[in-house]
């Protein structure tokens, strides 16, 4: 069926209960119905949680991204977007949208082999960090001004068990792993992290502020979670 301009698939499966269920996981959307319960009201439990299906499949697209596998056979990924890495005409490397259909781009060739995966893994990093500094300076200016603060440092961070951090002296850190995320949940994490800005804790006061500039905050808040 069709939601929010997006065609989503899902496994239906009738059972004797009393409500309709949504689940997503790998396999993605799978939708749990009454024995009796019509189409048309699946149809409509469906359209009333569109945002939050596309947003877990989504999530859920991504979760194995987190650590990129530095081989040519592997996908790279950019805020959500899959990309693969070419040898262009002009012989040089570039990582390519696979939504671009172009027939100018070649497929891999023979030289490209000869690469290692710490060649492959050098030359991708540099590409993410300059894309993931472009973006992050982009958000974080953003959302200053709809907190009305001062633009403050920010910085890259590859902390393991953090998408961001901000200090007491003002800097906003942000993993680089983020780039690799939904638009959404970036933006979730620039809003939070700024947020500190002007409540440096997480008091109802804190998510009151972040509620402001990000009102779906609690359902970003948990897709991200599971990716964690």
Not at 28 to 41: E, F, H, M, N, Y
Request: with cysteine.
């Amino acid at each position: 069926m069709t939601l929010v301009d997006r065609t989503i698939g899902y496994t239906l499966i009738r059972r004797n209960r009393r409500t309709i269920g949504l689940k997503i996981n790998r396999e993605g959307l799978t939708v749990s119905v009454p024995l009796q319960a019509t189409l048309s009201r699946i149809e409509q439990v469906l359209h009333s949680k569109a945002a939050w299906v596309i947003r877990s499949l989504e999530v859920w697209k991504e979760k194995k991204i987190i650590q990129p596998q530095w081989c040519l056979d592997s996908t790279f990924w950019l805020l959500g977007d899959p990309y693969r890495l070419v040898l262009t005409e002009s012989e040089k490397l570039q990582l390519i949208s696979q939504n671009n259909k172009t027939d100018q781009i070649q497929e891999i060739t023979r030289q490209i082999a000869s690469l290692t995966s710490c060649q492959i893994e050098k030359f991708v990093m540099t590409w993410y960090r300059k894309q993931a500094r472009a973006y992050m300076s982009e958000r974080v200016a953003l959302y200053a001004v709809k907190l009305g603060v001062p633009l403050p440092k920010v910085r890259l961070s590859s902390a393991r068990t953090r998408w961001g951090s901000c200090s007491s002296n003002g800097t906003v850190s942000l993993n680089w792993r983020l780039i690799q995320l939904p638009l959404f949940l970036v933006d979730y994490v620039v809003a939070h992290e700024l947020s500190h800005l002007i409540e440096m804790n997480h008091s109802a006061a804190f998510w009151r502020v972040v509620e402001s500039i990000y009102p779906d905050y609690r359902q970003a808040r948990a897709e991200l979670k599971k990716i964690d």
